[in-house]
């Protein structure tokens, strides 16, 4: 018993080593489909579905960091933080992978998401 005890252990200090990036909401999980911003914006059959992205980090809301849009190389989407109630620090030009649910907000496609990641 204190064996598996002791391999838990380090097995949880690995796991918090390899995570490389300051946590937000939920986190981003490993095993949620990564697509690119030019799908979230060209392809309907994503509204309502949970993806991941990643890309960098180019504005970001100034007050309480509820909101920032995300830029990656094949375009720019706005990410809401504020429905699920977290928000990130002034992280412009970091890298961030998020994961959150597309939706439509007045006539444009956006990210809410459920978890940030920034490296």
């Known amino acids: ?11 949880t200090l690995l796991t918090a080593a390899c995570s490389s ?6 986190g981003v999980p490993k095993d949620i489909p ?3 911003v030019k799908d979230v914006l060209l392809k309907p059959s994503l509204q309502g ?17 509820c909101w920032f849009f995300l830029n990656d190389s094949t375009g720019q989407l706005f990410i809401d933080l504020a429905p699920k109630g977290f928000a990130i620090p002034p992280r412009t030009k970091k890298i961030a992978r998020v ?21």
């Open 1 to 11: 018993m204190k064996r598996i005890f002791i391999l838990f252990c380090i097995a």
């Open 21 to 26: 990036g300051e946590l937000y909401g939920q």
């Open 34 to 36: 990564k697509v690119q």
């Open 49 to 65: 579905q949970i993806v991941a992205l990643e890309g960098i980090v180019v504005t970001q809301c100034a007050s309480n960091g």
């Open 99 to 119: 994961f959150g649910m597309v939706q439509q907000k007045e006539g444009s496609a956006q990210l809410v998401a459920y978890g940030v990641e920034i490296q």
